[in-house]
């Protein structure tokens, strides 16, 4: 299959060119989560080279996507990607930095995969853009197993900085009292933060 075959070219060039794409398994679930769920529409924060945003649309026809980047030579890369794929129409590209950019529609899912220390900057800043019964799923919460280790045991600073800023997110969403949310051991671990019930953004 034609698809198929475009998709294994776009993880070997991730691979080549040290490019972080989502997981298998958490991939798996995103696409199963999204028709289960009859989500029709998804904002992604973290395009990189398009290839979850392209995975999620091949998954589902009726699905229409928003996704933001920042990186430029990554944007081009997706948006190359995007039109191999024949799905412009689907998906729209925005190139800015996510914290910049300000949305009127509403989505059913809300996917954070961009840079791991904003996450709680990416939450406040979009949920008024989510759905009343929408969820927001964000991807990496292990880091790689950093984020439950010991942080004296971490030699690199940054790697630790990370770390302690993930802590900090997971924190922040199980003391939100407005969503409820799991920790999935999905793939690099997933959060799966939906609204409580009667609770709506204002």
């Known amino acids: 299959m034609v698809e198929e075959k ?4 776009l993880e070997e060039y991730a691979k080549k060119e040290k490019v972080p794409i989502i997981q298998k398994e958490s ?7 999204i028709e289960v769920k009859n989500v029709k529409s998804v904002l992604e924060i973290g395009t990189a080279i398009g290839y979850s945003a392209i995975c999620m649309a091949l998954s589902n026809p009726n699905l229409k996507i928003t996704t933001i980047e920042r990186d430029e030579k990554r944007y081009l890369e997706a948006v190359k990607n995007i039109k191999k794929f024949k799905l412009e129409n689907r998906i729209k590209l925005i190139f800015k930095d996510a914290l910049e950019v ?78 409820e949310t799991e920790i999935k051991k999905i793939g690099d671990g997933i959060s799966v933060t939906r609204r409580k019930d009667g609770y709506e953004d204002r």
């Open 6 to 9: 475009l998709v294994k070219e």
């Open 27 to 33: 991939l798996n679930y995103l696409n199963n989560y």
């Open 102 to 179: 300000s949305l009127e529609e509403k989505f059913d899912l809300i996917f954070i995969d961009a840079a791991k220390a904003q996450n709680i900057n990416f939450f406040t800043h979009f949920e008024k853009n989510l759905n009343k019964n929408g969820t927001i799923i964000t991807d990496n919460i292990f880091f790689h197993g950093f984020t439950y280790m010991n942080l004296e045991d971490i030699e690199s600073r940054n790697v630790r900085a990370i770390a302690r800023k993930i802590r900090k997110y997971i924190e922040f969403l199980e003391q939100n009292e407005n969503y």
